[in-house]
């Protein structure tokens, strides 16, 4: 989590500047892992937008269908959990790096 | 069509079986083969309580009656798992760390394990609950009633009844065997997955039989849904955005939601199937259930209830195998929603209101003898049977019909005033109880008061209330407060609740300050990916192992609780069972009780026990400061021992000057007494010769009788000197002050010094203008220090042609300096040589040793110094006179 990451890394060699603390440059490992990560956070997001999308077609001169709408809704929903569980799979697959940088981007 | 009396024994049998299924699981577990208990698919099924009987009858109804406005209850939700990362991971580390066993209990855990929030919560969630829980059970009722209509006959409220009391049993049975520190139920959870899993089969068998059977295919479906009136997408926009954040606050913070989420929930690996399988889940109960609806308006007479389409749209085309499948759905649904949201109301009630109570009542009986296990877990029996009491109360007085069916989102609303100070507490430090109770009192408020209340109609709120507002205050009419009417009364209270809570959570928590043992945890939940030991909450003290011990047996259960003990001494490298009572033991015991009696109480049984000996941020100041005086205290010792060593140092050095001096003294004791010796042996020697002396001449005897002379003069200068020196080093010498020229004195001096300078020739270098300074002083005094120091140079000189420069230098002070051209002062004895009877050397007896003595005396009473000059080119000594006299004598 984004609040909880910051105090994390716990050298509190105070003074020094944030980059000391956090790796500029990361293994490639480390680094595809917390891309991963930030896909995992952001598909609630994009999940969101799309779902937040039938709001616009409430306009009453031009109605839409409800089939088409159905069918919208529905393969985002069966497309948003598909993206989540193959992130998830993939998380598995690699190695779990450092445990304190897990929630850090 | 299905008798009452087959429909009853399918009912029991199915119940039968969900028995069988708790039991087993139940069993394994015990036996420790629960491994495929806690597979991730058990705990995603698990998760399907969120869909009720409200969701299995109630989403057709509401898509019949709203259109697709049932869709946001499952996409919130939906959307909450698939951002599994932002919240619900570290929900679900919290619960596993701190041991959370409920809502109430984390909320209450979070803001330093405070009774009241937890109070607080827990009747929140009673009165959110109870009419969800009626609602339950108008469904079963009503479900039966369809089959009951075919045969005829009036059972809707004993099937109600009925129903309660079988789901009491059941959860008594399964929900209150085991008060481990877990608190998890494999039994019940497995039930609930299999329930979720005839659920989802029944609600897609009746969707595929209307999608194929009725509609004849998928594009036949779509066109015939376009046909309906359903036909056109129509949503209103605010309660499509509204619902969906409105049930994903209510995913994250109703009980029952809570308690198969969080508090069963044994590993990451579970909710990682969870996030993907789960909204996928949701996804495939809503699929059918505009179909259904669709139908169900299009086949069935104008004014069947909606919310039983499920069930009599397969009567209606006589599948009866179909509907009986369906009816055990909607069975399903209701039972596994009561079971899991009566464990999770009674561990609260339990927890947060009759525990504390007995301890209260009870005191100091938790280190006595006695179960207090009988007592938890008699008060969770109590629990649940008072909550479904109320559920069966709440139904009967209801009286049914559609006013329940609205109740579900009203209640929703009441639970998701947790919101703010859940989320707040798990990602602020700044959070803090002060706030969490101004949160939730002004949310609560705000829910009862707009939403509640009006939810009862004129029963509760005069109907005045809805005309003008209360009192004719239009600004506080329930639904439209502050005079802006026209919203949604659900999204009224929403966003007013909601905005008022959080605003209310945030001020209060900006201006209060947290107890010691708030931010403590605090810091615990918001740093809980940190994996952190846990907070130091316990001071060793009076505390005994034998006493934590008999509490600990009489909640875990005597095996456990050895267990445990026998672990823990052992960890800390202990022969015996009892381990001792560290801070450290303190805090795992106290987190393992918690997970049987919740945060609160355990954190007050330990209390008991301790003595309330919990460490403060104060204690912790105190010991801070403690240590701060001591390390103080340590570096004055420091100080102090190093002044000792310089001291040491000192006196070493003083005490080699004494050897030295006594040495000395030792020599000139032996010196002196020779010198007295030798003018006494000669002046006895020629007296004597002089008394018997016959024929002596004149000559001789005029001089032996001037050689005694000399010799007694001798005698006489050297005890004057003694004399000379005890006075002034005794202070009793009175100066003659006079002035005079320094010129004159030198003059005087070298005059005195050199008059029987025979051999030598000591020359004498000195620089005239300076000298002429005027001097307020004792002449006398003055001369005889210089004398001293000229006839010294004179005397021990040893350059081949001796020579004496006298410099005088006018600073702040006068200096005289006498250097000679000799060898110098050995280092050695440069420190001695103004002690009495000190002398350079015994080979050079030339004087007793008391010249340098007298001259230091004379010049420290004349307000100046004489000191021994090193790093000359031979011996030099500095006299310094004081100017002030000097210059007032000009």
Excluded at chain 2, 9 to 17: K, M, P, R
Excluded at chain 2, 349 to 355: E, F, K, L, P, Q
Excluded at chain 2, 410 to 430: D, E, K, N, S, Y
Excluded at chain 2, 745 to 750: I, T, W, Y
Aim: hydrophobic share 50%; with cysteine; aromatic share 8%.
């Amino acid at each position: 989590m984004s609040g909880a990451g910051k105090s994390q890394n716990q050298p509190a060699a105070a003074p020094t500047p944030k980059s000391d603390k956090i790796p500029l440059f990361v293994e490639r490992q480390t680094y595809r892992r917390r891309r991963l990560v930030d896909g995992a956070r952001a598909l609630p997001v994009l999940g969101l937008v799309l779902w937040l999308v039938p709001l616009l077609w409430a306009v009453p001169e031009s109605k839409t269908h409800a089939s088409s709408g159905l069918i919208y809704i529905f393969v985002v929903w069966i497309g948003l959990p598909l993206v989540a569980g193959i992130l998830i799979q993939i998380m598995k697959i690699r190695p779990r790096v450092p445990r304190n940088d897990e929630g850090e981007t | 069509m299905t008798t009452l009396n087959a429909l009853a024994a399918i009912s029991i049998l199915y119940v039968l079986f969900l028995f069988a299924v708790a039991f087993f699981a139940e069993r394994a577990s015990r036996r420790g083969r629960a491994n495929w208990l806690r597979a991730p698919i058990v705990y995603t099924l698990s998760l399907s309580i969120y869909c009720t009987a409200w969701t299995f009858y109630g989403a057709v109804g509401s898509a019949a009656r709203n259109g697709f406005e049932y869709l946001t209850i499952y996409l919130g939700p939906s959307l909450v798992l698939i951002g599994w990362w932002w919240v619900l991971r570290k929900l679900v580390r919290i619960g596993r760390v701190q041991r959370i066993t409920s809502i109430a209990d984390l909320i209450s855990s979070r803001y330093g394990k405070s009774n009241l929030l937890g109070v607080g919560v827990t009747l929140l969630a009673v009165i959110g609950t109870t009419p969800y829980i009626a609602l339950q059970l108008q469904s079963v009722t009503l479900s039966v009633e369809v089959f009951s209509q075919a045969s005829g006959g009036e059972q809707e409220q004993t099937t109600a009844f009925w129903v309660a009391v079988g789901l009491a049993v059941f959860t008594v049975i399964f929900g209150t065997r085991n008060l481990d520190a877990n608190e998890r139920h494999h039994g019940v959870v497995m039930a609930i997955a299999v329930e979720a899993i005839v659920k989802l089969a029944a609600l897609m068998a009746v969707g595929i039989f209307v999608v194929w059977g009725i509609s004849g295919g998928v594009s036949e479906t779509l066109e015939r849904i376009d046909a309906s009136s359903l036909g056109h997408w129509e949503v209103n926009g605010g309660r499509w955005a509204g619902l969906m954040f409105l049930s994903a606050a209510a995913f994250l913070c109703l009980p029952r939601m809570f308690q198969v989420m969080v508090v069963e929930n044994d590993n990451d690996q579970q909710l990682r199937m969870a996030a993907w399988a789960f909204p996928l889940y949701l996804m495939l109960m809503s699929l059918f259930i505009v179909p259904i609806a669709v139908v169900g308006l299009d086949v069935l007479p104008a004014g069947s209830n909606p919310d039983l389409f499920v069930l009599t749209v397969p009567l209606e085309y006589g599948q009866n195998a179909l509907a009986l499948l369906s009816f055990l759905g909607g069975f399903s649904s209701a039972t596994s929603m009561v079971i899991v949201a009566a464990i999770a109301l009674s561990t609260m009630v339990s927890n947060h209101i009759v525990m504390p109570i007995w301890l209260r009542v009870n005191e100091n009986v938790v280190s006595v003898s006695g179960d207090v296990r009988n007592v938890v877990l008699l008060s969770r029996r109590l629990s649940i049977g008072g909550v479904l009491a109320l559920g069966y109360l709440y139904y009967a007085q209801s009286g049914g019909g559609a006013a329940l069916s609205e109740i579900g989102l009203v209640a929703f609303m009441g639970i998701a005033q947790v919101l703010p100070a859940m989320l707040g507490g798990i990602f602020w430090r700044g959070a803090t109880r002060f706030g969490a109770l101004a949160g939730l009192t002004v949310g609560f408020s705000i829910w009862v008061y707009t939403l509640y209340l009006p939810s009862f109609g004129a029963a509760i709120l005069p109907e005045s209330f809805f005309d003008g507002g209360p009192f004719g205050l239009i600004w506080l009419h329930p639904q439209a407060l502050f005079g802006i009417s026209g919203i949604d009364p659900l999204l009224h209270t929403m966003i007013w609740s909601l905005t008022f809570n959080a605003v209310a959570f945030f001020v209060a928590s900006l201006s209060s300050f947290p107890s010691p043992l708030e931010r403590l945890q605090g810091a615990q939940f918001v740093n809980i990916q940190q994996g952190t030991g846990g907070a130091r909450s316990w001071s060793q003290g009076s505390a005994e192992a034998e006493d934590l011990m008999v509490m600990a047996q009489r909640i875990l259960g005597s095996a456990d609780a050895q267990r445990l003990f026998l672990r823990e001494a052992r960890r800390q490298g202990s022969d015996t069972h009892l381990p001792a009572p560290t801070a450290e033991f303190l805090q795992i015991l106290e987190r393992e009780l918690s997970g049987s009696v919740g945060a609160a109480t355990a954190h007050a049984m330990v209390g008991q026990i301790v003595g309330g000996m919990s460490i403060s941020v104060e204690d912790l100041m105190a010991v801070a400061d403690e240590t701060a005086q001591m390390m103080e205290y340590s570096a004055t010792l420091e100080a102090q021992s190093q002044e000792l060593s310089r001291t040491a140092a000192q006196l070493r050095a003083a005490n080699d000057k004494l050897t030295r001096l006594s040495v000395q003294k030792d020599a000139f004791l032996s010196q002196i007494s020779h010198e007295l010796r030798t003018p006494m042996t000669s002046i006895r020697a020629f007296s004597e010769i002089l008394r018997d002396g016959d024929g002596i001449t004149a000559e001789e005897q005029s001089k032996y009788a001037s050689i005694i002379h000399d010799e007694a003069i001798r005698l006489t200068r050297l005890l004057d000197d003694l004399l000379d020196l005890s006075v002034l080093e005794n202070g009793q010498v009175s100066l003659n002050l006079g002035e005079g020229m320094l010129s004159d004195v030198l003059d005087r001096a070298e005059a005195a010094a050199l008059a029987h300078d025979d051999k030598r020739g000591l020359q004498i270098k000195r620089d005239r203008e300076s000298e002429q300074v005027w001097l307020n002083t004792d002449t006398e005094r003055l001369s005889q220090v210089f004398i001293n120091l000229i006839s010294n140079a004179r005397k021990y000189c040893d350059a081949e042609s001796p020579a004496l420069a006298i410099v005088v230098t006018k600073g702040e002070a006068l200096t005289v300096d006498f250097i000679d051209n000799g060898s110098g002062v050995a280092p050695e004895a440069q420190d001695v040589i103004f002690e009495k009877f000190a002398r350079v050397s015994d080979q050079k007896a030339g004087g007793a040793g008391l010249g340098l003595a007298i001259s230091r005396q004379i010049v420290t009473r004349l307000g100046g110094e004489i000191s021994y000059l090193s790093g000359q080119s031979g011996a030099a000594f500095r006299v310094i006179l004081p100017l002030e006299k000097a210059l007032a004598a000009q």
